[in-house]
């Protein structure tokens, strides 16, 4: 089956800038920026991503386009014989089916909210009568499966038409209208009375409000954000490398989607922050921010209702671009694996995300009683857990790995890769830095995230969630020193 192919270049960019252009950086950035003391973790954050999320994405792109195949038969392709690369590739399929069976949630929550601001819900609505609205809809399991299978059907009818006529010719469309409607929004924002104050916070550092915070706790933050932002280390990004030419070089293409996405993630926090403090509200208010604290600040100014659905129109567009992506990694599995055609592959993919997408929904109202995590989590809290604490470092880690050891795709081959075309060239001299440097950073943020997570449940609860998280790292570290010799040249 012959392989599909973007219409162009910048097609290329903005279906891979959408695909890491999501909830994460309109919803997690903001108040993870307001809770970590704003430019000072800004400024650890950008160092963050230069120094380590550029080279996994240059990693990812590289593997997909040499092998032209997506995460699920990539690794058979390039890997030497007899060794165990392959065995990753579960990684990266079980981690797109496990983040669209809580996204499909998150993102019908968008669309939902960007309904009720048309509607003009917010208008005049009190604190109260906001977080009870918000309850509400966790409550109502009908609700929230109309949104969620709505988004889901949408989503998967765009990539019924194929890479060009579909997945790139709409998110064209909606990254343009997110910039644009994104622009709008900041500018507002900047305008609004006593917003200075919340500019000030978010462009000028305040290190002494950083070292207050903990400085470690912010570098943490800031690393994880700068890691899990670009939606690295489950092959997402590795299928948008298989469908692209050899005429530009892999670093430049990997520098202009991060600096998309990171432009994305500075503008919403330009959008909320300044919103926060003219309206007396506090930006570090968690993940409540969107869905509570946001629709007060609307219901509170001067032509609240449109500008509440621009914002929530903007949310959607932003999570509809990552759903779009990442059902093309699913449905390029079966395609990969089984030669489906797209037709069959999207039909069945359908169905089966609608099902898995279920138990998170339930989460909330029916099966709340379910808390996998402790008190007070839900079905959704494990899947994120599953996902964003153990397949993105851990995938992220296997391909840098399989990039640079012998006995995997081996350094040289990488280089051929990545180097081919026009553009900027990734330095030779940085083998040592991407071979040593980042996989270590990358399990400390790891084995930290597993600490954070247990370690006010005890030390029992502790000493066994350490080793699972210690039992998986060996799974990935088993696949990359086992067997095999280097492919002859």
Same mark, same amino acid.
């Given at each position: 089956?012959?392989?599909?192919?973007?219409?162009?270049?910048?097609?290329?960019?903005?279906?891979?800038?959408?695909?890491?252009?999501?909830?994460?950086?309109?919803?997690?950035?903001?108040?993870?920026?307001?809770?970590?003391?704003?430019?000072?973790?800004?400024?650890?954050?950008?160092?963050?991503?230069?120094?380590?999320?550029?080279?996994?994405?240059?990693?990812?792109?590289?593997?997909?386009?040499?092998?032209?195949?997506?995460?699920?038969?990539?690794?058979?392709?390039?890997?030497?014989?007899?060794?165990?690369?392959?065995?990753?590739?579960?990684?990266?399929?079980?981690?797109?089916?496990?983040?669209?069976?809580?996204?499909?949630?998150?993102?019908?929550?968008?669309?939902?909210?960007?309904?009720?601001?048309?509607?003009?819900?917010?208008? =005049?609505?009190?604190?109260? %009568?906001?977080?009870?609205?918000?309850? $509400?809809? +966790? #409550?109502?399991?009908?609700?929230? !499966? /109309?949104?969620?299978?709505?988004?889901?059907?949408?989503?998967?009818?765009?990539?019924?038409?194929?890479?060009?006529?579909?997945?790139?010719?709409?998110?064209?469309?909606?990254?343009?209208?997110?910039?644009?409607?994104?622009?709008?929004?900041?500018?507002?924002?900047?305008?609004?009375?006593?917003?200075?104050?919340?500019?000030?916070?978010?462009?000028?550092?305040?290190?002494?409000?950083?070292?207050?915070?903990?400085?470690?706790?912010?570098?943490?933050?800031?690393?994880?954000?700068?890691?899990?932002?670009?939606?690295?280390?489950?092959?997402?990004?590795?299928?948008? =490398?298989?469908?692209?030419? %050899?005429?530009?070089?892999?670093?430049? $293409?990997? +520098? #202009?989607?991060?600096?998309?996405? !990171? /432009?994305?993630?500075?503008?919403?926090?330009?959008?909320?922050?300044?919103?926060?403090?003219?309206?007396?509200?506090?930006?570090?208010?968690?993940?409540?921010?969107?869905?509570?604290?946001?629709?007060?600040?609307?219901?509170?100014?001067?032509?609240?209702?449109?500008?509440?659905?621009?914002?929530?129109?903007?949310?959607?567009?932003?999570?509809?671009?990552?759903?779009?992506?990442?059902?093309?990694?699913?449905?390029?599995?079966?395609?990969?694996?089984?030669?489906?055609?797209?037709?069959?592959?999207?039909?069945?993919?359908?169905?089966?995300?609608?099902?898995?997408?279920?138990?998170?929904?339930?989460?909330?109202?029916?099966?709340?009683?379910?808390?996998?995590?402790?008190?007070?989590?839900?079905?959704?809290?494990?899947?994120?857990?599953?996902?964003?604490?153990?397949?993105?470092?851990?995938?992220?880690?296997?391909?840098?790995?399989?990039?640079?050891?012998?006995?995997?795709?081996?350094?040289?081959?990488?280089?051929?890769?990545?180097?081919?075309?026009?553009?900027?060239?990734?330095?030779?001299?940085?083998?040592?830095?991407?071979?040593?440097?980042?996989?270590?950073?990358?399990?400390?943020?790891?084995?930290?995230?597993?600490?954070?997570?247990?370690?006010?449940?005890?030390?029992?609860?502790?000493?066994?969630?350490?080793?699972?998280?210690?039992?998986?790292?060996?799974?990935?570290?088993?696949?990359?020193?086992?067997?095999?010799?280097?492919?002859?040249?």
């Amino acid at each position: 089956m012959k392989r599909e192919k973007f219409g162009s270049r910048l097609g290329f960019i903005l279906v891979s800038a959408g695909c890491a252009i999501g909830i994460g950086n309109v919803w997690k950035f903001p108040y993870l920026c307001g809770e970590m003391g704003g430019a000072a973790f800004i400024l650890i954050y950008l160092a963050f991503l230069l120094i380590m999320g550029i080279p996994v994405l240059v990693c990812e792109f590289a593997i997909g386009r040499s092998s032209r195949f997506s995460v699920a038969a990539a690794f058979e392709k390039l890997e030497p014989e007899h060794t165990n690369w392959h065995r990753t590739k579960w990684i990266g399929i079980l981690g797109c089916y496990l983040l669209m069976m809580f996204y499909t949630t998150v993102g019908g929550w968008m669309m939902y909210y960007c309904f009720r601001s048309i509607r003009g819900d917010f208008v =005049g609505a009190t604190t109260d %009568s906001v977080t009870a609205g918000f309850n $509400e809809m +966790l #409550s109502n399991a009908p609700v929230m !499966t /109309f949104w969620t299978v709505l988004i889901c059907i949408i989503g998967f009818i765009i990539c019924w038409f194929g890479i060009q006529n579909g997945v790139e010719r709409v998110s064209k469309i909606m990254m343009s209208a997110l910039l644009l409607i994104m622009i709008v929004l900041a500018v507002h924002s900047f305008f609004l009375n006593g917003a200075d104050k919340g500019i000030r916070f978010y462009l000028i550092p305040d290190f002494e409000k950083m070292m207050n915070i903990g400085i470690g706790n912010v570098i943490f933050g800031a690393m994880s954000q700068a890691f899990f932002t670009l939606s690295i280390g489950i092959g997402a990004m590795m299928i948008f =490398g298989s469908y692209i030419g %050899s005429e530009r070089s892999l670093t430049g $293409e990997a +520098l #202009s989607i991060t600096a998309l996405d !990171t /432009f994305v993630a500075l503008m919403a926090g330009f959008i909320i922050i300044p919103a926060c403090f003219a309206f007396g509200i506090e930006p570090g208010a968690g993940p409540s921010l969107i869905f509570i604290t946001i629709p007060n600040i609307f219901a509170q100014m001067a032509g609240g209702r449109f500008w509440s659905a621009l914002f929530f129109l903007f949310l959607t567009f932003a999570a509809f671009t990552t759903l779009v992506a990442v059902f093309e990694n699913i449905i390029s599995f079966d395609m990969d694996l089984l030669k489906w055609s797209r037709k069959k592959s999207v039909i069945v993919s359908m169905v089966l995300i609608i099902v898995l997408s279920i138990p998170c929904v339930l989460g909330f109202n029916l099966w709340s009683s379910i808390e996998p995590l402790g008190d007070g989590s839900t079905i959704m809290d494990l899947e994120d857990f599953i996902v964003s604490n153990n397949l993105l470092p851990l995938g992220s880690l296997g391909y840098l790995l399989f990039c640079t050891r012998k006995n995997g795709w081996g350094w040289d081959s990488f280089l051929k890769e990545v180097n081919t075309g026009e553009g900027i060239h990734f330095p030779k001299g940085l083998k040592g830095y991407v071979s040593y440097i980042i996989p270590l950073i990358i399990t400390i943020i790891y084995l930290k995230g597993y600490y954070d997570k247990f370690s006010k449940m005890g030390t029992t609860v502790l000493t066994i969630w350490m080793t699972v998280a210690i039992l998986l790292l060996g799974f990935v570290l088993y696949c990359a020193f086992s067997g095999g010799k280097q492919k002859s040249k």
